[in-house]
């Protein structure tokens, strides 16, 4: 079991960058699926990047060259990187273990996601003009 905490949300100008962090305490994170994904009003639960046991990452398509996500076992802590940040992009954003697709825990269906994977609160982005 392990527990997630986020942070470094809040509001930016298009164009410009956040850095979000994701802390983990408890056991066995190091040896789990790490995602972080978000959730757009009126849109699906979405992958933006997952980071492997191995600390190797993949890219949704929407963010790749403007994101960047690692691991750090030692710290238990994995970040994103944001740049370029654009109106498409505010969002709740969360670090996720062991997701393989289905709901965000802000959607109707929190209860399946709080059931199937371990999700940190979220943070909120927001992108402004």
């Known amino acids: 079991q392990v527990q997630l905490v986020e942070s470094g949300g809040g509001s930016v100008e298009a164009g410009g960058s956040l850095r979000l962090s994701c802390v983990a305490s408890?056991?066995?994170?190091?040896?789990?699926?790490m995602d972080w994904v978000r959730q757009r009003p009126r849109k699906e639960c979405a992958g933006i990047a997952t980071?492997?046991?191995?600390?190797?990452?993949t890219y949704g398509y929407a963010v790749k060259d403007r994101f960047t996500s690692s691991r750090d076992n030692a710290k238990k802590t994995m970040y994103l990187e944001m740049s370029s940040l654009k109106p498409e992009d505010p969002a709740m954003y969360y670090c996720?273990?062991?997701?393989?697709?289905?709901?965000?825990?802000?959607?109707?269906?929190?209860?399946?996601?709080?059931?199937?994977?371990?999700w940190g609160q979220g943070t909120q982005v927001t992108v402004t003009s």
């Open positions: 980071i492997d046991s191995n600390s190797r990452v």
């Open positions: 996720v273990g062991e997701w393989y697709g289905g709901s965000c825990p802000s959607s109707p269906y929190a209860w399946s996601a709080r059931y199937f994977s371990y």
């Open positions: 408890g056991d066995k994170y190091d040896m789990y699926r």
